[in-house]
């Protein structure tokens, strides 16, 4: 399992790593946890000439409050996430998420921007980051722009990052109290991966369903939002019935995948049975009556 | 054996872990010899094909590559891969180590490249141009033998290997007495064994001494040496086959494969040391896989319950070559296909087909779980169908303990056994009858525990040689050293077995020392007499008999000399704490190291007595043996998704005498485990071109930890007569017992939904469209809840 030859480059700082990328384009690929991209080199499925590391790039690895939200840097580690006690209080959800990727070794490399950037259909935070209603900043060299989350996932492997981008920052926000969110996942027996993964969020006013968001992960190529559900929900008084009725909807105007471990009809199923749980979930934690 | 022991029969932990744990173990790729050079092989991606050209030059003329060889390079000099099974009416499949004008399967090798380094190596081989014809590939074996299939190997132009008949009782007059006939179709789908450690192969020539050492990741060193002096024409005695460490074999490392005699060429023809390692990928096509047939059974029973005949058609997907024992592994299902029942009549029919997949052949279990697997459906196929309770039925065709040696209609003799008291410990302990009830009151509330029985025997300590195709013995060499160190040298390989632990506990017993003091030598053919090697669950019962019979030369010799010295009779002369005592005359002894002295320095042996302390067995079991058990898997389905999720695992089994129950219970643990992989996750999937694509982990599921329940392991101890440690072996047996009864407990959940059979591996999908095509029949809540789900899906769609 040997890549195809390529040229490594560790810059030190953010200019250095976009100079690299601005020179060479098309043929580079960045670097960060590593556990996307090399499987790809070594399988020769991806043979970049020049690969320029993130990892030895100090500022970019970091969570901390800011004016009520939470900035996170692109390098952080599943791990961090996972542990962060800031996150832990204040945006568990993203905690949860993390939680339920892959395995130790996986979590100690894997970053936050890495999956992001990387897209891949059936990947974990996609569906946290829709829910949270995420903001990405991404840097070049002609400057910074940030994308809501909604706008960021294109397609299967597909962003908004442009050539010459680096995704820096993801914030997300504080869930004040009213607010529950949660994250259930069916992982696939071999990979780990989601075969469906659906975070809910909803803020609780007046006994109904104020604001909510559903992120879907692991149906279709991309990640979404099942806009569906959330006006399903909105505004009514959340019940049993309700939100077993409105997770219906979950899959609903979405060409689902289908492989070895998941027929599109069954992920569809279980696009609204996951959708139905992480909502109860979502909902008993908003009402503060559970965990 | 003696009845108290200090050693044999204890949980010592294995000698062999701490090099393991501490990463200071080698296995081939952790190798290293001046000059080595790297190989690779280029591989077919096409199922079927003609090879038109193969173009090498660029590969050739790559940077660090020394030279690139196809089949015509290698023409008359390597001899095809060996295939040690003879069946009547067998065809010819021969496997050329590279592949001559046509390839039969995705990954068979088409030529190897040999470069300075593995880097050099790797992208040499995408320079190799091969020019393909592709031809339609047969990949489902029953159109395979159907007309008009194409065809794979002209000697079968219908694509049978073989058809294997056995017929035992009036099987005629059961079918007319009985009162009802059941039927079902049971596949055993296409697993990989996947050993942690792929195979990997290193070899060296010197041609001053003329002398060939092959390193590689075998379980049989000695037959591997044999094979390849004969498909290298090379005098056997200037091989040399050494295993280091081996990560794992399954019994995919019982074999003799295209690379190991390849490698082995390249040194001799570049006389310079090379070495290959296979990668995950390679070990997923063309490392042989296990199991692969589809079971037609029809069974004739009285309204009781009691089995009267059965009928078997099995048709064995062989692959497209023939590894070493590739036909003989399904004769072996048939072997074992009246469990542990009385079956008066029988009449199996297995048919070998010839596929373009990669060969299949032994792998943990090798047939018999096959045959455990469909006889404890069938039993409770049949128990569903009668009503009755699956123990019932079970415990109504166990044949009495007074039956045995037990002979089954299908040739074998079962040594000895008490099928009753395994089934009643294992109901005991996982508290059955408890279960039962907990199980009637869930299913009220829509949930769906299953239970799930399994009453085994298998066949094992392979065996007599009179049924082995290359021998069934198994040798030992017991050396006592001048310093009182002990050495054992085994014929047998272990590969994680855990020999070198039980073999020195052994010999500490027996000899009065410690585990310490004795040593145990596997896997080199230049130290170790000819053995057969590790599999079928012999390495003790066989092996470690070897080495119990050496022992006891030794210890009968050095108490002769003790005598001798004492003046005492030997025969009451015991040995202990490194000293021989007389039982006779107070507490009169000599150190061992006395004795040993003595035999070395030959000053003071009694008359005519040899010096030195060495001696040899070749043993040769009289039978196999027949280890047996009860296994009881509780399960829980989730309604919803269809996941199945083991609660509880209960296993007795009985391998005869014990030498160490951690190294039991280890075999038994991780034997359920692989079994949990076939019931319910695993499964080699070809599609209809001859791709597999299940050809990495992140699509092949192996059984996690997380997935596992708590696993009780019980023991009943039915001491085997057919060697004088009473042992019968437990490398396969958590494998052969537990497949069946995690199914029989996933079918049992399933029950409301009129379910009475369900596919390997039970995956969550195909459960759940079982759960929603027929709406629960007792269970009053859940149908409504079903039915909005259906409605759910086709909104979705
Ligand atoms: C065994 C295994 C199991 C796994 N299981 C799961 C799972 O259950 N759920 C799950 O969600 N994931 C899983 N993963 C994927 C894992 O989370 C990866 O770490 C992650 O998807 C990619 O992150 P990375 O930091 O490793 O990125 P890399 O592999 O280094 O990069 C991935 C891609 O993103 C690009 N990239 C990286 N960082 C940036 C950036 N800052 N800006 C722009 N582009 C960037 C790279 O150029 C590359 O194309 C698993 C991986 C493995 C190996």
Redesign the interface.
Known sequence: ??P??FEYHAPKSLEEALRLLDRHGDEAKLLAGGHSLLPMMK??LAAPRFVIDLGRLKGLDYIREEQGMIAIGAMTTHAEIENSSLLRAKCPLLSETAAAIGDVQVRNRGTLGGSLAHADPAADYPASILALEAQMTMNSSMGVRAVDAAEFFLDMLTTQLRPGEILTEIRVPALGKGTGAAYCK?S????GYAVVGVAARVTLAAGKLAQIAVGVTGVGPKAYRAVNVEDALRGKKASEKLL?EAA?????G?E?LAD???????R??????FTRRALERAVARAAGTKA | MATATKYIGKPLKRKEDPRLIHGLAHYVDDLVLAGMLHAGFVRSPHAHALIKFVDTSKAQSAPGVVAVLTAEDVRGQIGAVPCAAVLPDMKAAPRPVLATGRVRFVGEAVAVVIASD??AL??AL?LVDVDYESLTPVVDPEKAISKGAPVLHEPSPDNVAYRWELEGGDIKKAFKQADKVIRQRILNQRLVPVAMEPRGVLAEYKPGEKTLTVWSSTQIPHLLKTQLAAMLGAPEHSVRVITPEVGGGFGSKLNVYPEEAVIAHLAMRLGRPVKWVE???ENFLCTIHGRDQIGDVEAAVTKDGVLLGVKWRIVADLGAYYQLLTPLIPTLTGLMLAGCYKVPAIRIEIIGALTNKMSTDAYRGAGRPEATYYIERLMDLIAAELKKDPAEIRRKNFPQPKDFPYATPTGVTYDSANYQKSLDLALQKSGYAKLRKEQAKLRKQGRYLGIGLSTYVEICAMGPSSAMPAGGWESATVRVEPTGKVTILTGASPHGQGQETSFAQMGAEILGLTPDDVHVVHGDTAAVPYGIGTFGSRGTAVGGTAAYKSLIKLRDKLAQIAGHLMGEDPQKLVFGDGRIWSKSAGNKSIGLIEAIGAAYVAKTLPPGMEPGLDATTFFEPSNFTFPFGAHVCVVEIDA??G?VRLLKYVAVDDCGNVLNPLLVEGQVHGGIVQAVGQAM?EEA?YDEHGQL??GE??????PRAG?LPWMETHRTVTPSPVNPLGVKGVGEAGTIGATPAIINAVVDALAPFGVRHVDMPA?R?RI??LMHEAPPRRAPRAPAKAA??R???R???
Do not use: C, N
């Open positions: 399992m040997i195809a030859p399988l020769r069916l696939q027996p071999a990979s077993a219906r909807h979950a899959a609903r979405v689902a070895l471990h998941a027929s599109a009809g069954y569809s199923e279980m696009a609204a049975v | 593995r880097y790797r992208d995408d990668t995950r990928r919803e998704t996941d996750f999937v694509i299940t982990l992140m699509d092949y599921a192996l997935a995956k999908e759940w469209k909005a789900r409605q759910a899906g909104r979705a769609k």
